[in-house]
Structures are given as structure tokens and as C-alpha cells.
């Protein structure tokens, strides 16, 4: 199927972890003509791939992706960065007359795409980020929350540094990231994946088994071998964040898989929550569902 008819037409993918999108997102490729950019705010970074989830060369079956490691995890890499490059990546595709797929469970970045967000290049205010490092995640959270709830509902709010950033843009500014446009209903389809959540819960536990056997851990001890900080580490949240603190003999290994299990589970029903809102997203709940779904959308205007 060619993809000169609808050129600016895109696929959204997205939902909670674990639901398998990234498999999805091949599937309808292969099936499309079509090559896929990650929204995912870890696996923009080199050398974090089990902890992050990233796809990796065999799964990707042959299909071009974009947005995987094209940053450094000592540097501080921006939704703003994120968004410029993966307009690159959609323009590249579309000039290859393919489909371009979004897919991920970064909110923030698939929305700065799909709805192109207008977001500041606000430079560091160090002054206010003295003031704001004395607060507590709970603290800096609660001030988020009050003056950019939507910012809020899409972030982890133990993420010191993230929550820094995001207040120093609203602070600086003095206003939240404002939508340019919403993206045209007939332009972009939006596709959720959903499990139910007791089954859900069952795909965390088995993935997290399966990273911790396949050496999650020794991708941690790597990474802090190439320079990273116990606090840069913590910032990548979650399985990074769960490791180093084990590694610092903070908590043991069966306490650790339990914490960290729990915080991917409280991880999967933020990005619910922040999903839910937008009554644009289909639900489905297997691969043939996606796809009369994405025939049907690539169908439409097709013979204008």
C-alpha cells in the first residue's frame, strides 16, 4: 500500500508499559509499508536497554526505527531535542513514501508530535534551581501539580531533576506549554493498547523476571563503570533507579524486585490516567483489531 495518497496521515500507538506496543508497532509496519519512531524518554539514551525496554535489532524484524540512542546518557537530552529530531525522522519517512508510526509511552513526547506542543527553549536558571533542589520530590511534585496540572499527570513525580525542569519552564515563562494545534482527527490515528489490569500486573512481573535473568543488572554495574552517577541513575527512574539503590546496599535484592515491581505497576496507571484523557485513542486489544482500524484510516480520502 502506497502512502503517496495520504501523506500526511501518522499512526499513534501508545498505552501503558508492558502491553506490548513496540511488537504492535512492527506488526502494522510490515503490514503498511510503514517505519516507527519511538516516544520513549530512556531509550533516546545509549547503553540503556534492558531497563528501558528497548526493541531490540532482531525484534525489529527488518523495520527501520528511529529515536533510539541518539543520546548520551550523561547529558541531559530535551523534549524540546525530542521533538525536533523526530520531525526529521517523520519528514525522512514520509520522503520514502512510508508510513510513519509514533510509538510509546511517553506522553509528553508523543504529544509534543501529534498536537506540536510549543515548547520554549527556556535556558537553566540556576539561581532557581538552588532554590528548588532544597525542596523534596513530595514538595516539588505538589508545586507542579498546582501550577501545570497536566505536566503533572505525565511525570514522575519522584524525579527530582525532571520536576526541577519542569517547573523552571512554567516559572520562567510564566505560563504552561500551550498546544499549537490539536492534531486533525483525520490525520492522525490514535491507537491505545490495553490490558486488563490483573493481567497486566502478570506481563510486569514476567518482563521483569526476564530483564533480571537476561543481566539487567550487570547493564546497571555498566553503566555506572562508564561514569554515570548514583543520582543520574536514580533519575532514570524505575528499574535504574531500584538497581543503583540495591547496588548501594540501600535495600536487599528481594526487597528491591518488590519495590520495583510495585513502582512499574503505580508507572502502568499514571500513564492510564494521563491516556484516558484524550477521547481521541481507540482501544484494542489485539493485533487484527489494529489493523481493520488502520485500514479503514489509511482508506479514508484516499481517492480525492
Not at 9 to 33: E, M, N, P, W, Y
Not at 117 to 122: A, D, G, R, T, Y
Request: with cysteine; net charge positive; hydrophobic share 40%.
Amino acid at each position: 500500500m502506497s502512502n503517496e495518497v495520504y501523506p500526511q496521515k501518522i499512526i499513534v500507538i501508545c498505552g501503558q508499559t508492558a502491553t506490548g506496543k513496540s511488537d504492535l508497532a512492527v506488526f502494522l509496519a510490515k503490514k503498511f509499508r510503514g517505519e516507527i519512531v519511538s516516544a520513549d524518554s530512556r531509550q533516546v539514551y545509549r547503553g540503556l536497554n534492558l531497563g528501558s525496554g528497548k526493541i531490540t535489532k532482531k525484534e525489529m524484524l527488518d523495520v527501520p526505527h528511529y529515536l533510539l540512542d541518539v543520546a548520551s546518557p550523561k547529558r541531559r537530552f530535551s523534549a524540546a531535542q525530542y521533538k525536533n529530531l523526530a520531525q526529521a525522522a517523520i519528514k525522512k519517512i514520509r520522503a520514502k513514501n512510508k508510513l510513519p508510526i509514533i510509538c510509546g509511552g511517553t506522553a509528553f513526547y508523543i504529544y509534543s508530535l501529534a498536537d506540536n506542543f510549543n515548547l520554549p527553549p527556556v535556558k537553566p536558571n540556576f539561581k532557581l534551581r538552588a532554590r528548588l533542589e532544597k525542596k523534596s520530590p513530595d514538595q516539588l511534585f505538589a508545586m507542579l501539580k498546582k501550577i501545570d496540572p497536566r505536566r503533572a499527570s505525565a511525570i514522575d513525580p519522584k524525579n527530582p531533576r525532571r520536576l526541577i525542569r519542569a517547573l523552571e519552564i512554567v516559572m520562567t515563562t510564566g505560563q504552561v506549554i500551550p498546544t499549537l494545534k490539536k492534531a486533525p482527527t483525520n490525520n492522525v490515528l490514535f491507537l491505545g493498547l490495553k490490558k486488563e489490569p490483573a493481567k497486566l500486573a502478570q506481563r510486569i512481573k514476567a518482563r521483569l523476571e526476564k530483564r533480571l535473568k537476561q543481566g539487567m543488572l550487570g547493564e546497571v554495574k555498566k553503566l555506572r563503570r562508564q561514569g554515570l552517577s548514583w543520582k543520574k541513575l536514580d533519575d532514570f527512574g524505575l528499574e535504574y533507579r531500584w538497581l543503583a539503590r540495591y547496588l548501594q546496599n540501600k535495600l536487599s535484592y528481594p526487597e528491591m524486585v518488590v519495590r520495583l515491581q510495585k513502582d512499574i505497576e503505580h508507572f502502568a496507571k499514571r500513564q492510564l490516567t494521563w491516556f484516558r484523557q484524550d477521547q481521541r485513542i481507540i482501544w484494542i486489544e489485539n493485533y487484527s483489531q489494529a489493523a481493520k482500524k488502520v485500514r479503514a484510516f489509511l482508506s479514508k480520502d484516499a481517492d480525492r
